[in-house]
């Protein structure tokens, strides 16, 4: 059982005032969630298509409220909207960099792949907290890649684009996250300094059923390809949707295929036994 969203829309005053009281109540929550360390972190592999071997690990948080796993959709809004963003990042790198660690014991080539908020790329502590983090598990910037997902419109936000400039100077990899849906656009690649590339699930899981769909995959990689990045096909379901990703061009695939995100234990027991699958 999941639990709602906060809707703000077309809502009566006296609604929304209880809907402000409910979102405002599980922000509290979130808060004290963050505070006591509650928040996971899980991992989900992502696929080098070629070779069939596990090239790096996505870290995703996740919250459980009284025993439920709360949609990191719902509460990574919430964080967003409260100003808790922030306080969530420096725990999901903290958790998520000492696990890495130790996973890197197991394979020297895996890379780590955390998500970042575009409302905190006008943090400007933030390269130097992450290059910080980084050193003091004895890791590199280039075993990083952060994942950019826009829910605001970045367009070209000065503070945003240096931030992003700082980051690969230090040699962190950089990823539009949900390329081709939401506000994740052309606008971006044009001007921030990526250097992979992410294309929305919705697209992958609409290629066995429409050619519209193949046909916008295909100009995506074709894109992503003259520009030099690495292409990552994320939401591979089935073997359909991975025989039809492999045509368009993708050299990297995640999903339920593979993997559903795991636990750090798990993912461990995942990177000695990968190549019996
Ligand atoms: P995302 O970064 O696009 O992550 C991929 C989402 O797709 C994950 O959902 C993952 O569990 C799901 N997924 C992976 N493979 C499949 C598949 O084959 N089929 C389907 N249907 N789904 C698949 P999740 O973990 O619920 O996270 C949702 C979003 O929340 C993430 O989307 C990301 O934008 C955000 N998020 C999660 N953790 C963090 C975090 O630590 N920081 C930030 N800023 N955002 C996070
Ligand atoms: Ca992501
Ligand atoms: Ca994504
Ligand atoms: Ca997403």
Redesign the pocket.
Known sequence: ELLEPPQFTSVSRAEQKSDNNLSCRLATKFSNALKSGEID??F?PKINLETNEITGL?????WQLAGVFV???HF?AL?ENYNL?GQ??NQ?VEKSLSHFARFITFNRQLGLS????SV?LCQQDLPDFLFEKVTVYGLSPHMITL?I?ETVLLEKNSVSLEILARFRLMGFQLSI??FGSGYSSVNMLQNGPFTEL?I??VFI?SMHSTDKSKIIVQSIVDLAKKLELKIVA????TRQDLQEVIKAGCKYG????FS??INATHVTTCLLNWEDN
């Open positions: 972190v899980y989900q996505e870290a995703l948080a996740r949609p990191p959709e990574i964080a963003i969530l990042t999901i955390i998500n970042l908020s905190e994942e997902t996250d949900d992410k929305d699930k899981q994320e939401g591979i379901e995640q999903g339920y295929f559903k995100p």
